[in-house]
């Protein structure tokens, strides 16, 4: 075909110059086909720009779960790396490095002997009585160097031994019930005897150390049933241990509700809550106590509306609690927990130095040592305001000191989700309840009591797996509750058991409270 004249979308041309090669074909229908055509690109325009919009929208999205990918596997690689702990050790000659095989016995490296920080010594204190003596005459050889030349002295010296007798028998004792006829039932009746359980052929003392053994030791039923049966000769299943716990209960569930309405007309409560597992279904236990009280509540939610069964409508009292929303419908005054605020930016700092170069805020590590700096400081005021060495008028200047050196930690937005988010929250309206422990008495700056009171039901949670049933959670409630109140009330669990199954609910109370109820 030969060359066109003019380009060959050129239509105007064509049609104004009236092109030979048009010949048998109308100028209007071409220039109408010329307009067509340009509508039509300026629609394919619109088409491509759409989608370059999509493609714009699409790898933004991608590069925010692209983060979000690496985020989650900082986060994975932060609690792999948290469970197994590499092994090292801080060491002041190496200006605080971590060094290789600090283990007991490398490289000459010793543990500190004694308690470890934060936790009381504990030496055996010396008997109080002696129940017999055993002469021992000298030796004849040495046990050391097994020399058989030895002069006997004078002197002697005193080696004092505590052990325990084991008695493998039960008392077996006999109740002879004189009876009266009551004319309204239309029966003979009999009265319980002096540590007599009526109907029952195992006493109150087996019962009690069972549900001792379980509740406080966490030993399992078979294991208590074993038990028994080795050192004291008395055989039952395990199903009667469960039976004991049952009608320990039953019993103690007066005494129970009376402890909840305590921890509701207590100044200062710590609460929290952990995981657990009925029948297969998860679970929670809240616990909510003081110094003086422990209530635990095993329920399938984790809401506001438990939160308010267990602290009430009204409660005018300060909630030392973590950041969970549950807590906010209950009203009254809270303390924020310092220590979980230092473990977050522990946690946060972790895995941001996980995440690739590109996608690291240098400002994130920054925020969170000063965060951890400034926490730490926290809990050392709430220390020394604990033994007094603070005096309360200096507080106020305290506490504007630590709000104005907050702000200035968090002044600048930061890059990282977590720490962006833990910076928004410690200026938002929540902040004054960091330093609750500044303004109330009484009130610590962590949550640790909470979390401490928590622990033997999470270590009782791996032996038992849970429970099975409606009575099993009323059950894994009350006598947690009710062991570990005794014991903050300065009375022995076992002794409180005892009088709990034979006693009235008014009696076993005042045991509970030590008779100062």
Sequence with gaps: MPRLPYPP???????????????????????????????????????????????????????????????????????????????????????????????????????????PAGHPGWVRPKPDHIDRTVPVPAPTICPHCQSQDLTPMEESTEHLQEDIVIRPRTVV????????????????????????????????????????????????????????????????????????????????????????????ASDVVHADETSWRSD????????????????????????????????????????????????????????????????????????HALLPQPEKDAAVGLFCDRLRDLGSRVCDTGKKLTSGDLPWEALATIEKRFVRQLSTICKRPLGFKSAETLRAYLIGPDQKFLFTFLRRPGVPPTNNHAEQSLRH??????????????????????????????RRQGVHPREFLQTLFTADTKTAQSALYNNSS
């Excluded at 809240?286 to 506001?304: K, Q, T, V």
Aim: charged share 30%; glycine share 8%.
């Design 9 to 115: 979308h050129d239509f105007e041309c064509l049609y104004r110059h009236s092109c030979p090669y048009l010949d048998g074909m109308s100028t209007q229908w071409v220039l109408e086909e010329y307009r067509r055509g340009e509508d039509v690109y300026q629609e394919h325009l619109q088409i491509i720009e759409g989608f370059d919009d999509e493609i714009k929208v699409r790898d933004e999205r991608i590069r925010m779960l692209e983060r979000e990918n690496a985020e989650l596997k900082a986060k994975l690689q932060a609690l792999h790396r948290r469970q197994f702990k590499s092994n090292k050790k801080k060491d002041a000659e190496t200006g605080g490095k971590e060094v290789e095989g600090a283990s007991l016995g490398n490289e000459g490296i010793k543990k500190k002997r004694g308690a």
């Design 173 to 264: 004792t006999c109740y002879l019930h004189r009876q009266a006829f009551c004319r309204r039932c239309n029966r003979p009746v009999v009265q319980a005897g002096k540590d007599e359980l009526l109907n029952a052929p195992i006493g109150p003392v087996a019962k009690s150390v069972a549900v001792y053994l379980r509740y406080r030791m966490g030993i399992p039923y078979r294991k208590t049933a074993e038990l028994f049966r080795e050192l004291f000769g008395l055989k039952f299943v395990p199903a009667s241990a469960l039976g004991f716990d049952r009608k320990a209960a039953a019993r103690g569930e007066p005494i129970y509700e009376d402890v909840r309405e305590k921890i509701r």
């Design 280 to 351: 297969g279904v998860g679970h929670f236990v809240w616990f909510a106590g003081n110094e003086n009280l422990a209530f635990f509540h095993i329920d399938r939610h984790r809401s506001s509306a438990v939160a308010r069964t267990i602290f009430g409508e009204n409660f005018a009292g300060t909630l030392v609690r973590d950041r969970y929303a549950a807590y906010n419908s209950i009203g009254g005054d809270w303390q924020a927990c310092i220590a979980h605020i230092i473990t977050k930016a522990k946690e946060i700092s972790r895995e």
């Design 457 to 486: 039901l999470v270590i009782f949670r791996k032996i038992c797996f849970g429970t099975r049933s409606e009575s099993g959670l009323k059950t894994h409630s009350i006598l947690p509750s009710l062991v570990q109140t005794a």
